[in-house]
């Protein structure tokens, strides 16, 4: 016990080098002659001295055996966490960081972390944030109806959960799914009718599609303009003083304005676009100005 006292004061002055020394002294001690420490008041070692080898590991010197060993221990004793920590916090802690530990920073090696997050889904099924990254595996890896079916899962295990629908619009968008992606936005604003920002980003998604993508048709540019305003009117409604929607406002106004025909409407479209941005402008200095003041 007093091995992992001295080990956690030096874990939170950050000497990882000391507590990785002492974590190794307290399971020696607390082992005995069994295989492993089953002290619950001890347990919590392994978890800690994994995070401590995992401190030690810098991803610019891979390759290095010392470096590289720092990450494979940090792994065994993470794993070990998992196996025999009874506190249900440290072991779903193990479980998170043993996964980034097989992530793209480090080991990147996602078949060995997909047991692990499935794993995590048995024992916290209503957790958006398992299937999501399970979900991120798939989709690297090229397989996206699987990686759809994670997300649509997270999404039927947490309805009223507006980030699963985030998520979803967002892989949507990556596949290049116009209206999935869209879908799912509307669906988060249901979710939060008092959210200027789930307006606003469906907004976003409508100028995008109406400005940016060139092989959006006249007719359908005039239909995403009008949907984008609607959406934009409802976060200013919400936030009359909201830049980036402000900024949008006026972004949308001149998208409208290059659709128009009529000379006299057109102008009449830019001189409100003038206006929205003159608001928003006008707002950031007042947003610096009282920041500067603190």
Same mark, same amino acid.
């Given at each position: 016990m007093m091995a992992f006292k001295d080990g956690n004061q030096l874990y939170q002055q950050q000497d990882y080098k000391g507590a990785s020394a002492k974590y190794e002294e307290t399971l020696a001690s607390c082992k005995g002659t069994e295989g @492993?420490?089953?002290? !619950?008041k001890l347990t919590y070692a392994y978890f800690f001295l994994g995070n401590s080898y995992d401190n030690q590991?810098? !991803?610019?010197?891979?390759?290095? #055996?010392?470096? @590289?060993?720092?990450?494979t221990k940090a792994?065994?004793?993470?794993?070990?966490?998992?196996?025999?920590e009874q506190d249900p916090k440290i072991k779903k802690l193990a479980m998170e960081y043993l996964v980034a530990a097989y992530g793209p920073d480090k080991l990147n090696d996602p078949s060995q972390a997909e047991p692990i997050l499935r794993r995590m889904i048995e024992l916290e099924p209503n957790? !958006?944030?398992?299937?999501?990254?399970?979900?991120?595996?798939?989709?690297?890896?090229g397989d996206y109806d699987q990686a759809e079916q994670l997300l649509v899962k997270a999404r039927e295990m947490k309805p009223n959960d507006?980030?699963?629908?985030?998520?979803?619009?967002?892989?949507?968008?990556?596949?290049?799914?116009?209206?999935?992606?869209?879908? #799912?936005?509307? #669906?988060?604003?249901?979710?939060? !009718?008092?959210?200027?920002?789930?307006?606003?980003?469906?907004?976003?998604?409508?100028?995008e599609k109406a400005y940016r993508d060139f092989t959006t048709s006249q007719a359908d540019?005039?239909?995403?303009v009008q949907a984008g305003n609607e959406a934009i009117d409802k976060a200013l409604k919400l936030k009359a003083d909201y830049p980036e929607a402000l900024t949008y406002k006026n972004l949308l106004l001149r998208v409208q304005a290059n659709l128009e025909?009529?000379?006299?409407?057109?102008?009449?479209?830019?001189?409100?676009? @003038?206006?929205?941005?003159?608001?928003a402008v006008e707002i950031q200095k007042k947003q610096r100005s009282a920041g500067a003041g603190e």
């Open positions: @492993d420490c089953k002290d !619950p590991f810098r !991803p610019a010197r891979r390759g290095e #055996a010392t470096n @590289d060993s720092m990450l792994i065994e004793n993470y794993k070990k966490s998992t196996e025999v957790e !958006p944030s398992n299937y999501t990254y399970l979900s991120r595996i798939y989709e690297e890896n507006a980030g699963v629908y985030v998520t979803l619009a967002a892989f949507y968008n990556r596949q290049g799914e116009f209206d999935k992606t869209m879908e #799912a936005l509307h #669906a988060r604003a249901e979710k939060e !009718p008092n959210n200027p920002e789930a307006f606003y980003t469906i907004a976003t998604y409508y100028w540019k005039i239909k995403f025909k009529d000379p006299a409407k057109q102008q009449s479209l830019l001189k409100e676009a @003038d206006q929205y941005r003159d608001r």
